[in-house]
């Protein structure tokens, strides 16, 4: 049987200025991060241990921790016990805008599916008329997706639309929610985007391929028209291991 070469150790090169103002922990953890960052180490690649790169730089083991453990919070790498440290199989890093996952994802590279778990035409409840602004008793359409990355299940996505916008169950499975609404003519202006954090449900973790209890990123974003109306609500929540925002920010 032949060996997977990802079982194989990555051995980065990397040199440390030891008279730096630069903690020894950065100097490992940033060219670390780019070496993951431009692919030059592969998704699910196993990486040197701590002890062995704390022999092999000459630095203490808790240096070497502390900078693996840096790319662990920033989900470039996942540790699992009796398997060793490796880089996070898939990661998709999206920037803050108007945009669907979709688009952001075949904008990387990635191959993706969806996967429609749910498709109901119904009247409006209370929670859902206010999150369209809409009446009570309005028809809308309410849509929970899988969606998958290079054959990985990422995230799973509710959305909540006007019943006379709402794409079919067809065009779901096909192409992105937010593609179809511009077949459609609708034109997204604004949104409003609350992002948070916590733990799987026994059933998200299921869907996800995760152990229960995995933490999980969430979105909620309401999307407005040009006339102010509510064009779409959507509730996600994503595989923390793999998925990051980048918030651009601009100081007064």
Partial sequence: MTSNP???????????????????YQQISEPL????????IEAGRLIEDEVSLAQRLEVSRPTTRRALQELVNGGLL????GVGTRVTPTHVHRQIGLTSLNEDLTAQGY???TEVLSYQVQLANEAQAAQLSCEVGDEVVSIERLRWINDNPLGIMHNTIPSAIAPSLTELSQKGLYKCLAERDVKMATAVQVLGARLATDREADLLGLEHGSALMTMER?????GGEVVEYGRHVYDAAQYTVTIPLVAD
């Fill in 78 to 81: 996942v540790r699992r016990r």
């Fill in 33 to 40: 991060t780019k070496l993951i960052m431009s692919g030059a």
């Fill in 111 to 113: 191959e993706t599916r």
């Fill in 222 to 226: 309401t999307v407005y028209g040009l």
């Fill in 6 to 24: 990802l079982d194989t150790p990555y051995i980065a090169e990397i040199d440390l200025d030891r008279d730096s103002t630069v903690p020894l």
